[in-house]
């Protein structure tokens, strides 16, 4: 299982777009997926069209464990995707966490206590705009994380500090994160955005994704139906540029590299990084117990899409402080 948190603390560069519709062209590439909507904002829900009102429990229960991520998850709300849904009130769930036990892996724990059938490939876990404890939950689950960087006068700007996050789990949490940066909203008519892409290729070097994602008016149109793009418009630009981002993800070793201080790659000692999640037997992979909570919710009608755990906890000195991190 691979899981990949889509992250960063700046607003609007296209991650939950990027969840949504990576998630989307996985499962249709045959793999079982489980897009987590950790974004009280809860786009990543709304983007397929699970309404607040669905939604009995959500990821808040689960953090104040109120319910199992398996008692939320959503079945199949598009074919091979699962959502774990999320609702407004868990953007009460920071300060609940502030006082917790290893606040900062909480998820992984949920993760890790996975059961058949609730297996995947993948793990897509779309993240809030900011570096809050919600976002360490994220990145101590993940093993890789995609860096969405849209073309606009900040948006390098955050980079520095994002890296800086990461190599701080690094070096206090020894969690080894796969770093790949995402350039998003790319018009090559701007010389602006030929700018920032050449400043992403030049900063992140072999580190950036080959995939770049068009500016494409589908995927917005996409998102406000509640449809992943390969639903809505699956000959558009966005759709042919998601469709190569989920193939040249499924095509990727297993993260092997990370990200250092110096801009160099360096050997990730893989056991250090191996989540303990147990393999269960084929005989195990029943359907029993999804039947109740499937959803069958991407439905467009013809014609309208042709226009367009535990983990051994560390010495109390050794931990970093999360909320130390946090910035708007
Ligand atoms: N490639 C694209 N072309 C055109 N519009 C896009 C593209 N990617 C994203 N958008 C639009 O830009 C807006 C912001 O995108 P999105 O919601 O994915 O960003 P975000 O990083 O998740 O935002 P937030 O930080 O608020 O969670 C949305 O209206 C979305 O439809
Ligand atoms: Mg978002």
Redesign the pocket.
């Known amino acids: 299982m691979r899981i990949i948190s889509i992250m960063?603390q700046?607003?609007?560069?296209?991650?939950?777009?990027?969840a949504i519709n990576l998630s989307a062209f996985l499962a249709e590439f045959g793999k079982k997926i489980l897009l987590i909507d950790l974004?009280p904002?809860g786009?990543s829900t709304a983007g397929f069209n699970i309404k607040e009102g669905m939604i009995e429990q959500g990821l808040f229960d689960v953090f104040t464990k109120q319910a199992s991520l398996e008692d939320i998850i959503k079945l199949q709300v598009y074919k091979g995707l699962d959502v774990a849904p999320t609702t407004v009130r868990l953007s009460a769930v920071e300060q609940y966490l502030s006082g917790t036990f290893e606040r900062e892996r909480q998820l992984r724990y949920h993760i890790e206590r996975l059961k058949s059938p609730f297996e995947y490939d993948f793990i897509i876990i779309?993240c809030?705009?900011h570096l809050g404890l919600l976002v360490f939950n994220a990145l101590m689950a993940s093993s890789e994380v995609i860096v969405?960087i849209e073309p606009s006068s900040f948006s390098m700007q955050g980079i520095d500090k994002l890296l800086e996050t990461i190599d701080l789990l690094k070096e206090n949490a020894h969690h080894f994160l796969k770093v790949m940066a995402l350039p998003?909203?790319y018009n090559h008519h701007s010389h602006f955005s030929r700018d920032i892409l050449k400043q992403i290729f030049d900063k992140f070097q072999d580190l950036a994704l080959k995939t770049v994602?068009?500016?494409?008016?589908k995927?917005?149109e996409a998102?406000q139906k509640g449809w992943p793009i390969s639903v809505y418009d699956r000959n558009s630009f966005?759709a042919e540029d998601y469709r190569n981002l989920a193939l040249e993800v499924i095509q990727q070793d297993e993260p092997a590299f990370i990200w250092s201080d110096q801009g160099s790659k360096e050997e990730v000692n893989e056991e250090a990084n191996e989540p303990s999640f147990v393999e269960t037997s084929a005989q195990e992979k029943g359907e029993e117990g999804r039947v109740e909570n499937i959803m069958v919710v991407v439905q467009p009608s013809q014609g309208e899409n042709e226009t367009a755990g535990q983990t051994e906890s560390l010495p109390e000195e050794k931990k970093f402080d999360s909320n130390a991190q946090e910035q708007s």
């Open positions: 960063n700046k607003g609007g560069c296209g991650k939950t777009t990027t974004d904002q786009h779309d809030p705009p969405p998003t909203v994602i068009r500016q494409n008016v995927l917005k998102a966005g």
